[in-house]
Nanobody, 126 residues
Framework: QVQLVESGGGLVQAGGSLRLSCAAS??????MSWFRQAPGKEREFVSG????????YYADSVKGRFTISRDNAKTTLYLQMNSLKPEDTAVYYC?????????????????????WGQGTQVTVSS
């Protein structure tokens, strides 16, 4: 049984930092990603990492501010978020899939993922 359990969300002032974690179990994944969903908006891709090769991908809105990583055992996904802005406020979700490659365009849409965490709230105050 696949389990993705996020932690690390919270309330922070603009310019601050947070680190999200996603503990994964139950399957071997081809890649894992972070998505976010703000009230009234669609869920959007934030960042992803190929689980085998380790290539990383970022949405333009977070490039240079967010860093995705994983532990050596490939069981935990992280998202280091620096220089946070009020527009980063959203519920952040960890997602995983077993097959496919970012390099061929698979993994940037919510529909590409079968497995999701419960979400963790990130609120950035101005």
């Amino acid at each position: 049984q696949v389990q993705l359990v996020e932690s690390g969300g919270g309330l922070v002032q603009a310019g601050g930092s947070l680190r999200l974690s996603c503990a994964a179990s139950g399957r071997t994944f081809s890649h894992m990603s972070w998505f976010r969903q703000a009230p009234g908006k669609e869920r959007e891709f934030v960042s992803g990492v190929g689980w085998i090769g380790g290539n990383t991908y970022y949405a333009d809105s977070v490039k240079g501010r967010f860093t995705i990583s994983r532990d050596n055992a490939k069981t935990t996904l992280y998202l280091q978020m620096n220089s946070l802005k009020p527009e980063d406020t959203a519920v952040y979700y960890c997602a995983a899939r077993q097959f496919g490659m970012f390099e061929i365009g698979v993994g940037f849409r919510p529909d590409d993922y079968a497995y999701w965490g419960q979400g963790t709230q990130v609120t950035v105050s101005s």
